[in-house]
């Protein structure tokens, strides 16, 4: 069975970093370009980041632009994404998705994870 599974987040106090990872099981993720969004309550889904089937390009939110940073091992078919200077904002659930296409990958997916949580306070 096709899967996304995201794990690493966590409590974390304002300016730290965690790193979360996104590990595919049933295909091969580096078919795909790959995105990260997030979800807080009473907010609207916000994509985050998104890294092409090859890794050569990337895409970020302005929101996290510089802070966050998005990589891939698809010999190991995991998608990562390593968050610093995080903030309160930054809370929300994280998803990793395959994207529909590269131009849409930072709102618009065909399949995701059930999600992490990620929790900025202090």
């Known amino acids: 069975q096709a899967q996304l599974v995201e794990s690493g987040g966590g409590l974390v106090q304002p300016g730290g970093s965690l790193r979360l990872s996104c590990a595919a099981s049933g295909f091969s993720l580096g078919s795909y370009a790959i995105g990260w969004f997030r979800q807080a309550p009473g907010k609207e889904r916000e994509g985050v980041s998104c890294i092409s089937s090859s890794g050569a390009q990337l895409k970020y939110a302005d929101s996290v632009k510089g802070r966050f940073t998005i990589s891939r091992d698809n010999a190991k078919n995991t998608v990562y994404l390593q968050m610093s200077s995080l903030k309160p904002d930054d809370t929300g659930i994280y998803y990793c998705?395959?994207?529909?296409?590269?131009?849409?990958?930072?709102?618009?997916?065909?399949?995701w994870g059930q999600g992490t949580q990620v929790t900025v306070s202090s």
């Open positions: 998705a395959t994207a529909k296409s590269w131009g849409t990958c930072l709102y618009s997916y065909d399949s």
